[in-house]
Protein backbone atom coordinates (compact mmCIF):
# COMPACT_ATOMS: atom_id res chain seq x y z
CA UNK A 1 0.00 0.00 0.00
CA UNK A 2 1.65 3.63 -0.93
CA UNK A 3 0.62 6.34 1.61
CA UNK A 4 1.26 9.82 0.86
CA UNK A 5 1.88 12.26 4.30
CA UNK A 6 1.25 16.24 4.30
CA UNK A 7 2.29 17.86 7.17
CA UNK A 8 1.14 21.64 8.43
CA UNK A 9 2.37 22.97 11.41
CA UNK A 10 5.26 23.25 13.87
CA UNK A 11 7.95 20.96 14.81
CA UNK A 12 5.74 18.89 16.72
CA UNK A 13 3.48 17.95 13.94
CA UNK A 14 6.37 16.85 12.05
CA UNK A 15 7.67 14.53 15.13
CA UNK A 16 3.89 13.61 14.99
CA UNK A 17 4.27 12.64 11.22
CA UNK A 18 7.07 10.79 11.61
CA UNK A 19 5.68 8.62 14.62
CA UNK A 20 2.68 7.87 11.68
CA UNK A 21 5.25 7.07 8.85
CA UNK A 22 7.30 4.87 11.10
CA UNK A 23 4.18 3.11 12.48
CA UNK A 24 2.75 2.37 8.66
CA UNK A 25 6.63 1.18 7.65
CA UNK A 26 6.09 -1.72 10.43
CA UNK A 27 2.57 -2.44 8.69
CA UNK A 28 4.73 -3.23 5.64
CA UNK A 29 2.92 0.64 3.86
CA UNK A 30 5.59 2.29 1.51
CA UNK A 31 5.72 5.91 2.11
CA UNK A 32 5.97 8.09 -0.66
CA UNK A 33 5.52 12.14 -2.00
CA UNK A 34 2.23 13.76 -1.79
CA UNK A 35 1.11 13.49 -5.45
CA UNK A 36 -0.72 11.45 -7.67
CA UNK A 37 -0.28 7.38 -7.53
CA UNK A 38 -0.91 6.99 -3.56
CA UNK A 39 -3.36 4.67 -2.74
CA UNK A 40 -4.10 6.43 0.85
CA UNK A 41 -3.54 10.04 1.91
CA UNK A 42 -3.20 11.69 5.32
CA UNK A 43 -3.20 14.97 6.03
CA UNK A 44 -1.65 16.10 9.73
CA UNK A 45 -3.64 18.99 10.49
CA UNK A 46 -2.83 22.58 12.18
CA UNK A 47 -5.34 24.97 13.70
CA UNK A 48 -2.85 27.95 14.51
CA UNK A 49 -5.17 30.27 11.99
CA UNK A 50 -8.83 30.39 10.22
CA UNK A 51 -6.45 30.04 7.37
CA UNK A 52 -4.49 26.54 8.59
CA UNK A 53 -7.83 25.19 9.04
CA UNK A 54 -8.86 25.85 4.92
CA UNK A 55 -5.35 24.81 3.62
CA UNK A 56 -5.75 21.72 5.98
CA UNK A 57 -8.98 21.10 3.80
CA UNK A 58 -7.35 22.39 0.32
CA UNK A 59 -4.86 19.69 1.39
CA UNK A 60 -7.36 16.76 1.72
CA UNK A 61 -9.28 18.21 -1.55
CA UNK A 62 -6.25 18.19 -3.74
CA UNK A 63 -5.58 14.49 -2.27
CA UNK A 64 -8.83 13.87 -3.63
CA UNK A 65 -8.26 15.44 -6.93
CA UNK A 66 -4.92 13.31 -7.49
CA UNK A 67 -6.67 9.84 -6.95
CA UNK A 68 -10.24 9.43 -6.71
CA UNK A 69 -10.46 6.06 -5.67
CA UNK A 70 -7.93 6.90 -2.83
CA UNK A 71 -9.20 7.28 1.21
CA UNK A 72 -8.06 10.64 2.33
CA UNK A 73 -7.46 10.77 6.32
CA UNK A 74 -7.38 13.87 8.21
CA UNK A 75 -5.33 14.03 11.59
CA UNK A 76 -3.86 16.56 13.38
CA UNK A 77 -4.85 19.33 15.66
CA UNK A 78 -7.59 20.34 13.25
CA UNK A 79 -9.28 17.31 13.06
CA UNK A 80 -8.94 17.28 17.17
CA UNK A 81 -10.19 20.87 17.38
CA UNK A 82 -13.06 20.86 14.65
CA UNK A 83 -13.77 17.36 13.52
CA UNK A 84 -17.30 18.17 12.04
CA UNK A 85 -15.40 20.88 9.78
CA UNK A 86 -12.68 18.30 8.95
CA UNK A 87 -15.00 15.94 7.91
CA UNK A 88 -15.65 17.51 4.16
CA UNK A 89 -16.34 15.02 1.93
CA UNK A 90 -13.35 14.40 0.13
CA UNK A 91 -11.89 13.10 3.75
CA UNK A 92 -12.79 9.52 4.68
CA UNK A 93 -11.71 9.51 8.18
CA UNK A 94 -11.08 12.27 10.57
CA UNK A 95 -8.93 10.56 13.40
CA UNK A 96 -8.01 13.24 16.42
CA UNK A 97 -4.30 13.82 18.36
CA UNK A 98 -2.77 11.05 20.63
CA UNK A 99 -4.52 8.13 18.38
CA UNK A 100 -1.89 6.87 16.58
CA UNK A 101 -3.36 3.15 16.32
CA UNK A 102 -6.15 4.64 14.96
CA UNK A 103 -5.17 6.20 12.03
CA UNK A 104 -2.91 3.20 11.21
CA UNK A 105 -6.41 1.72 11.29
CA UNK A 106 -7.89 4.13 8.85
CA UNK A 107 -5.21 3.98 6.39
CA UNK A 108 -6.02 0.57 6.20
CA UNK A 109 -9.56 0.83 5.96
CA UNK A 110 -10.40 -1.38 9.12
CA UNK A 111 -11.77 1.54 11.71
CA UNK A 112 -15.04 1.10 12.76
CA UNK A 113 -16.18 5.32 13.01
CA UNK A 114 -15.78 7.60 10.65
CA UNK A 115 -14.80 10.28 13.25
CA UNK A 116 -12.26 9.33 16.22
CA UNK A 117 -11.81 11.89 18.39
CA UNK A 118 -10.98 11.95 22.38
CA UNK A 119 -11.27 15.04 24.67
CA UNK A 120 -7.81 15.62 25.39
CA UNK A 121 -8.42 18.11 28.42
CA UNK A 122 -8.57 14.91 30.53
CA UNK A 123 -6.13 13.54 29.02
CA UNK A 124 -2.49 12.95 31.54
CA UNK A 125 -0.01 10.81 29.56
CA UNK A 126 1.78 11.41 26.02
CA UNK A 127 0.73 8.93 24.27
CA UNK A 128 2.75 9.03 21.20
CA UNK A 129 6.23 8.20 22.33
CA UNK A 130 9.42 7.53 20.39
CA UNK A 131 12.31 8.96 18.83
CA UNK A 132 12.37 9.49 14.96
CA UNK A 133 14.99 10.19 12.46
CA UNK A 134 15.51 13.77 10.37
CA UNK A 135 17.94 14.95 7.86
CA UNK A 136 19.68 12.36 6.39
CA UNK A 137 19.86 10.41 9.49
CA UNK A 138 22.00 12.00 11.58
CA UNK A 139 19.74 13.44 13.56
CA UNK A 140 16.60 13.15 15.58
CA UNK A 141 13.57 14.39 17.49
CA UNK A 142 12.58 13.38 20.57
CA UNK A 143 8.98 14.49 22.33
CA UNK A 144 8.98 14.95 25.72
CA UNK A 145 6.34 16.59 26.34
CA UNK A 146 2.94 17.64 25.25
CA UNK A 147 0.20 19.99 25.66
CA UNK A 148 0.12 23.29 27.37
CA UNK A 149 -1.47 25.46 30.11
CA UNK A 150 -0.10 29.12 29.31
CA UNK A 151 -3.35 30.23 27.14
CA UNK A 152 -2.42 33.17 25.50
CA UNK A 153 -4.82 35.27 23.76
CA UNK A 154 -3.93 34.38 20.38
CA UNK A 155 -3.49 30.29 20.41
CA UNK A 156 -5.90 27.86 20.17
CA UNK A 157 -3.40 25.02 20.81
CA UNK A 158 -4.39 24.09 24.42
CA UNK A 159 -7.66 23.22 23.72
CA UNK A 160 -5.92 21.30 20.66
CA UNK A 161 -3.85 19.47 23.03
CA UNK A 162 -5.09 19.63 26.40
CA UNK A 163 -3.07 20.12 29.54
CA UNK A 164 0.67 19.84 30.36
CA UNK A 165 1.98 16.69 30.37
CA UNK A 166 5.59 15.04 31.02
CA UNK A 167 7.50 12.25 29.73
CA UNK A 168 8.98 10.46 32.67
CA UNK A 169 11.96 10.70 32.75
CA UNK A 170 12.95 7.29 32.39
CA UNK A 171 11.02 6.66 29.62
CA UNK A 172 12.71 9.79 28.43
CA UNK A 173 16.43 8.36 28.63
CA UNK A 174 15.10 4.50 27.35
CA UNK A 175 14.40 6.34 24.34
CA UNK A 176 17.44 8.19 24.22
CA UNK A 177 19.54 5.32 24.20
CA UNK A 178 17.44 3.54 21.90
CA UNK A 179 18.29 6.58 19.56
CA UNK A 180 21.94 6.61 20.46
CA UNK A 181 21.76 2.73 19.17
CA UNK A 182 20.65 3.53 16.17
CA UNK A 183 23.29 5.87 15.64
CA UNK A 184 22.07 9.22 15.83
CA UNK A 185 24.50 11.75 16.56
CA UNK A 186 22.09 14.85 17.86
CA UNK A 187 18.94 14.44 19.31
CA UNK A 188 16.13 17.50 19.48
CA UNK A 189 14.08 17.40 22.93
CA UNK A 190 11.25 18.68 21.05
CA UNK A 191 7.45 19.49 23.56
CA UNK A 192 4.25 21.79 22.46
CA UNK A 193 5.73 23.77 25.90
CA UNK A 194 9.10 22.19 26.54
CA UNK A 195 9.40 24.56 29.82
CA UNK A 196 6.72 23.07 31.28
CA UNK A 197 8.08 19.61 31.20
CA UNK A 198 8.05 18.03 35.25
CA UNK A 199 5.70 19.87 36.67
CA UNK A 200 2.63 17.46 36.50
CA UNK A 201 5.11 14.40 37.43
CA UNK A 202 4.73 12.55 41.13
CA UNK A 203 7.53 13.77 42.64
CA UNK A 204 7.34 17.18 40.74
CA UNK A 205 10.81 18.41 38.29
CA UNK A 206 11.87 21.51 36.58
CA UNK A 207 12.70 21.30 32.78
CA UNK A 208 16.56 21.67 34.32
CA UNK A 209 16.15 18.79 36.32
CA UNK A 210 15.97 16.21 32.94
CA UNK A 211 18.47 17.92 31.31
CA UNK A 212 21.02 18.01 33.51
CA UNK A 213 20.05 14.22 33.99
CA UNK A 214 20.65 13.87 30.13
CA UNK A 215 23.93 15.86 30.33
CA UNK A 216 25.72 13.76 32.65
CA UNK A 217 24.74 10.11 31.56
CA UNK A 218 26.42 11.36 27.51
CA UNK A 219 23.54 9.53 26.31
CA UNK A 220 24.48 10.83 22.40
CA UNK A 221 26.93 13.47 21.42
CA UNK A 222 24.62 16.56 20.51
CA UNK A 223 21.38 17.24 22.47
CA UNK A 224 19.30 20.52 21.17
CA UNK A 225 16.48 21.81 22.58
CA UNK A 226 13.50 23.36 20.52
CA UNK A 227 11.51 25.87 21.20
CA UNK A 228 11.79 27.52 24.78
CA UNK A 229 9.57 30.69 26.71
CA UNK A 230 11.12 33.46 27.97
CA UNK A 231 11.13 33.02 31.59
CA UNK A 232 12.19 29.14 31.36
CA UNK A 233 15.47 30.38 30.02
CA UNK A 234 17.10 30.31 33.45
CA UNK A 235 19.88 31.04 35.16
CA UNK A 236 20.56 27.12 35.65
CA UNK A 237 19.94 26.16 32.58
CA UNK A 238 22.59 28.57 30.70
CA UNK A 239 24.98 26.75 33.45
CA UNK A 240 24.31 24.15 31.81
CA UNK A 241 24.80 25.02 28.00
CA UNK A 242 27.85 26.65 28.97
CA UNK A 243 29.54 24.08 31.14
CA UNK A 244 28.27 21.13 28.84
CA UNK A 245 29.93 19.67 25.46
CA UNK A 246 26.81 17.78 25.11
CA UNK A 247 24.23 20.72 24.87
CA UNK A 248 23.99 22.52 21.99
CA UNK A 249 24.49 26.20 22.52
CA UNK A 250 21.26 27.57 20.28
CA UNK A 251 17.99 28.94 21.81
CA UNK A 252 14.79 29.23 20.00
CA UNK A 253 12.68 31.51 22.01
CA UNK A 254 9.70 32.81 20.67
CA UNK A 255 9.09 36.30 22.57
CA UNK A 256 5.88 36.99 19.68
CA UNK A 257 6.52 40.89 20.65
CA UNK A 258 8.74 43.45 21.45
CA UNK A 259 6.27 46.16 23.18
CA UNK A 260 4.88 45.93 26.57
CA UNK A 261 1.44 46.86 25.97
CA UNK A 262 0.94 44.27 23.03
CA UNK A 263 2.69 41.67 25.29
CA UNK A 264 0.34 42.58 27.89
CA UNK A 265 -2.36 41.88 25.50
CA UNK A 266 -1.09 38.68 24.30
CA UNK A 267 -1.38 37.59 28.01
CA UNK A 268 2.69 36.59 28.01
CA UNK A 269 4.64 36.42 31.57
CA UNK A 270 7.06 39.25 30.56
CA UNK A 271 8.18 42.54 29.98
CA UNK A 272 10.55 44.31 27.23
CA UNK A 273 13.08 44.83 30.32
CA UNK A 274 13.11 40.73 31.20
CA UNK A 275 14.08 40.17 27.65
CA UNK A 276 16.87 42.59 27.72
CA UNK A 277 18.14 41.33 30.64
CA UNK A 278 17.50 37.90 28.94
CA UNK A 279 19.18 38.43 25.77
CA UNK A 280 22.25 39.85 27.52
CA UNK A 281 22.57 37.36 30.01
CA UNK A 282 22.84 34.65 27.39
CA UNK A 283 25.01 36.66 25.26
CA UNK A 284 27.81 37.20 27.96
CA UNK A 285 27.52 33.19 28.89
CA UNK A 286 27.44 32.20 24.93
CA UNK A 287 28.94 35.18 22.79
CA UNK A 288 28.74 32.59 19.95
CA UNK A 289 25.38 31.14 20.65
CA UNK A 290 22.54 31.15 18.00
CA UNK A 291 19.27 33.27 19.80
CA UNK A 292 16.61 32.80 17.31
CA UNK A 293 12.71 33.81 17.98
CA UNK A 294 9.24 33.93 16.73
CA UNK A 295 7.22 37.32 16.12
CA UNK A 296 4.04 37.80 15.35
CA UNK A 297 3.05 41.21 12.87
CA UNK A 298 -0.09 42.74 13.14
CA UNK A 299 -1.79 41.91 16.42
CA UNK A 300 -4.69 43.30 16.92
CA UNK A 301 -4.95 46.85 18.25
CA UNK A 302 -0.94 47.56 17.48
CA UNK A 303 0.02 51.29 16.49
CA UNK A 304 2.37 52.44 14.50
CA UNK A 305 4.31 53.93 17.47
CA UNK A 306 4.12 50.34 19.21
CA UNK A 307 4.87 48.47 16.20
CA UNK A 308 8.00 51.36 15.63
CA UNK A 309 9.26 50.94 19.28
CA UNK A 310 8.79 46.91 19.09
CA UNK A 311 10.73 46.73 15.79
CA UNK A 312 13.56 49.32 17.11
CA UNK A 313 14.39 47.08 20.00
CA UNK A 314 14.79 43.85 18.16
CA UNK A 315 16.76 45.45 16.24
CA UNK A 316 18.83 46.39 19.35
CA UNK A 317 18.65 42.70 20.72
CA UNK A 318 21.35 40.31 19.82
CA UNK A 319 18.54 37.92 18.12
CA UNK A 320 20.43 35.76 15.21
CA UNK A 321 17.24 34.85 12.96
CA UNK A 322 12.89 35.83 13.25
CA UNK A 323 10.28 33.14 12.07
CA UNK A 324 7.74 35.95 11.10
CA UNK A 325 4.18 34.86 11.74
CA UNK A 326 1.71 38.00 10.12
CA UNK A 327 -1.23 37.58 12.66
CA UNK A 328 -4.45 35.74 11.28
CA UNK A 329 -7.90 35.51 13.36
CA UNK A 330 -8.46 32.32 14.92
CA UNK A 331 -11.90 31.70 16.19
CA UNK A 332 -12.01 30.35 19.70
CA UNK A 333 -9.05 32.41 20.95
CA UNK A 334 -9.60 35.78 22.81
CA UNK A 335 -7.82 37.36 20.45
CA UNK A 336 -10.17 36.94 17.61
CA UNK A 337 -12.15 38.77 19.84
CA UNK A 338 -10.12 41.60 20.67
CA UNK A 339 -11.12 45.03 18.85
CA UNK A 340 -9.03 47.14 16.65
CA UNK A 341 -8.10 44.20 13.75
CA UNK A 342 -5.45 45.35 11.36
CA UNK A 343 -5.94 45.52 7.87
CA UNK A 344 -4.47 42.86 5.70
CA UNK A 345 -2.24 45.19 3.98
CA UNK A 346 -0.41 46.75 7.20
CA UNK A 347 -0.18 42.63 8.47
CA UNK A 348 1.81 41.96 5.46
CA UNK A 349 4.13 45.30 5.36
CA UNK A 350 4.85 44.64 8.92
CA UNK A 351 5.57 41.14 8.28
CA UNK A 352 7.86 41.85 5.68
CA UNK A 353 9.67 44.88 7.70
CA UNK A 354 10.39 42.08 10.57
CA UNK A 355 11.67 39.52 8.07
CA UNK A 356 13.83 41.94 6.49
CA UNK A 357 15.80 42.90 10.12
CA UNK A 358 15.51 38.91 10.70
CA UNK A 359 17.66 38.45 7.32
CA UNK A 360 20.19 41.26 8.03
CA UNK A 361 20.56 39.58 11.81
CA UNK A 362 20.90 36.59 10.18
CA UNK A 363 23.41 37.34 7.60
CA UNK A 364 25.38 38.99 10.02
CA UNK A 365 25.98 36.38 12.60
CA UNK A 366 26.57 33.93 10.15
CA UNK A 367 29.26 36.43 8.27
CA UNK A 368 31.76 36.30 12.28
CA UNK A 369 32.52 32.70 11.51
CA UNK A 370 33.95 33.06 8.21
CA UNK A 371 37.59 32.28 8.95
CA UNK A 372 36.93 30.13 11.53
CA UNK A 373 36.67 26.70 12.01
CA UNK A 374 32.95 24.41 13.12
CA UNK A 375 31.90 21.23 14.24
CA UNK A 376 29.60 20.19 11.99
CA UNK A 377 27.01 16.87 11.93
CA UNK A 378 27.19 16.27 7.94
CA UNK A 379 24.00 15.31 6.58
CA UNK A 380 22.81 13.27 3.47
CA UNK A 381 24.20 14.62 -0.07
CA UNK A 382 22.15 17.21 -2.22
CA UNK A 383 21.25 14.98 -5.23
CA UNK A 384 21.48 18.20 -7.51
CA UNK A 385 25.06 19.60 -6.69
CA UNK A 386 27.14 16.24 -5.04
CA UNK A 387 27.74 18.55 -1.78
CA UNK A 388 26.90 17.92 1.84
CA UNK A 389 25.28 20.51 4.26
CA UNK A 390 24.59 20.06 8.12
CA UNK A 391 24.38 22.48 10.81
CA UNK A 392 27.12 23.33 13.33
CA UNK A 393 26.19 23.20 17.21
CA UNK A 394 25.12 26.54 17.00
CA UNK A 395 22.66 26.02 14.42
CA UNK A 396 24.60 27.18 11.13
CA UNK A 397 23.94 25.63 8.23
CA UNK A 398 27.43 24.45 6.75
CA UNK A 399 27.57 23.49 2.71
CA UNK A 400 30.59 21.13 2.24
CA UNK A 401 32.15 19.00 -0.54
CA UNK A 402 30.79 15.88 -0.41
CA UNK A 403 34.35 14.12 -0.84
CA UNK A 404 35.58 13.10 2.79
CA UNK A 405 32.42 13.66 4.18
CA UNK A 406 31.07 11.77 7.00
CA UNK A 407 27.42 10.69 7.51
CA UNK A 408 28.16 9.32 11.29
CA UNK A 409 29.95 12.06 13.17
CA UNK A 410 30.80 15.68 13.32
CA UNK A 411 33.35 17.03 11.32
CA UNK A 412 35.78 19.90 11.67
CA UNK A 413 34.86 22.72 9.01
CA UNK A 414 37.06 24.94 8.37
CA UNK A 415 34.40 28.50 6.71
CA UNK A 416 35.52 30.40 3.49
CA UNK A 417 32.37 32.08 2.72
CA UNK A 418 29.20 33.22 3.58
CA UNK A 419 26.17 32.33 0.85
CA UNK A 420 22.63 33.22 1.04
CA UNK A 421 21.56 31.56 4.54
CA UNK A 422 25.20 29.13 4.32
CA UNK A 423 28.42 29.01 4.96
CA UNK A 424 30.80 27.51 3.14
CA UNK A 425 33.57 25.86 4.02
CA UNK A 426 36.39 22.78 3.68
CA UNK A 427 36.67 19.49 6.05
CA UNK A 428 39.84 19.99 7.54
CA UNK A 429 42.05 16.11 8.18
CA UNK A 430 41.63 14.52 10.98
CA UNK A 431 45.10 15.87 11.87
CA UNK A 432 43.86 18.94 11.78
CA UNK A 433 47.12 20.87 11.92
CA UNK A 434 46.94 23.98 14.22
CA UNK A 435 43.72 25.58 13.70
CA UNK A 436 41.27 26.24 16.60
CA UNK A 437 38.31 24.33 16.50
CA UNK A 438 34.96 25.99 17.60
CA UNK A 439 32.78 23.75 20.12
CA UNK A 440 29.58 25.68 18.41
Not at 186 to 207: A, I, M, N, Q, S
Request: charged fraction near 25%.
Amino acid sequence: MRVAIATLGCKVNQYDSAAIEAALRNQGCEIVEFAPGADVYVVNTCTVTDRADAESRQLARRARRFNDAARVVMTGCFAQISPQRAAIPEVDYVVGLNRLDDVVRAVRDQLQERLAVDDLRTARKVKTLGGYGASGQTRAFLKIQEGCDLFCTFCIVPFARGASRSVPPRDVVEQLEHLAARGFQEVVLTGVHLGGYGLDLTPRLDFCDLVEMLVERSIVPRLRLSSIDPPEVTQRLLQLVTQSDGLCPHFHIPIQAANDQILARMRRKYDTHFLRDLMAAIRESLPSAAIGTDVIAGFPGESQQQFADGLAMLERLPLTYFHVFPYSRRAGTTAAKLPDHLPSTVVRDRACQLRAVGERKRAAFAQEFVGKTLQVLAEAPDPDNGRVSGYSRNYQRVEIDAAGAHLDREVAVHVSAVRGARLLGRILPKSGGTEHVAHF
